[in-house]
T-cell receptor
């Protein structure tokens, strides 16, 4: 089946630094990818929709200048957490669907555990 | 998108059949019902999707009544490895349509 891969799986960074998370669709093209954040014992919260070749669409309450999204190709989207602070520590997950398909399953990356110290 | 409501948690024992019901009273004509499974520290994984009546695959069955205002995920003969959070989603389908997750149901399978 189709695979979405995230890198890194986990990262620890110092407060004030920036962290980049990559999301790749390995065997299909995705014009749209989605970024989620999940805090412990909570559900996934959609942060933004990443659109290939255009600006990302952010959900209400998500700071676009803090969570920079770039979708430069049909197989790669990146999320950069800028000036990270401890409250940004969370589990970040991306997902995508094959652009050639209709109502089918979404594929999720394995997630990235971000810890800001 | 229609809001979904499902039990916060359920308990079961190995070998039992588990049925998790989800209500989605405001489902629209173009909406599909999809269930995902998530293990701790992993991304969700697709289980099954349906539009109406019954759908069955190698891991689960999905029952959808005629009014489509609810759906039931049925897991036959669960094992310890089925302990996970199960999410019911209502979605429009299509590669560009976003998925909104509800609270999910934490299924705990005991020996």
């Amino acid at each position: 089946g189709a695979v979405v891969s995230q890198h890194p799986s986990w990262v620890i960074c110092k407060s004030g630094t920036s962290v980049k998370i990559e999301c790749r669709s390995l065997d299909f093209q995705a014009t749209t990818m989605f970024w989620y954040r999940q805090f412990p014992k909570q559900s996934l919260m959609l942060m933004a929709t990443s659109n290939e070749g255009s600006k990302a669409t952010y959900e209400q309450g998500v700071e676009k200048d803090k969570f920079l999204i770039n979708h430069a190709s049909l197989t790669l989207s990146t999320l950069t957490v800028t000036s990270a602070h401890p409250e940004d520590s969370s589990f970040y997950i991306c997902s995508a669907r094959d652009k050639g398909q209709g109502a089918t399953e979404a594929f999720f990356g394995q997630g990235t555990r971000l810890t800001v110290v | 998108l229609a809001k979904t409501t499902q039990p916060i948690s359920m308990d079961s024992y190995e070998g039992q059949e588990v049925n998790i019901t989800c209500s989605h009273n405001n489902i629209a004509t173009n909406d599909y019902i999809t269930w995902y499974q998530q293990f701790p520290s992993q991304g969700p994984r697709f289980i099954i999707q349906g539009y109406k009546t019954k759908v069955t695959n190698e891991v689960a069955s999905l029952f959808i009544p005629a009014d489509r205002k609810s759906s039931t995920l049925s897991l036959p003969r669960v094992s310890l490895s089925d302990t996970a959070v199960y999410y019911c989603l209502v979605e429009r389908g299509g590669a560009t349509n976003k998925l909104i997750f509800g609270t999910g149901t934490l299924l705990a399978v005991q020996p």
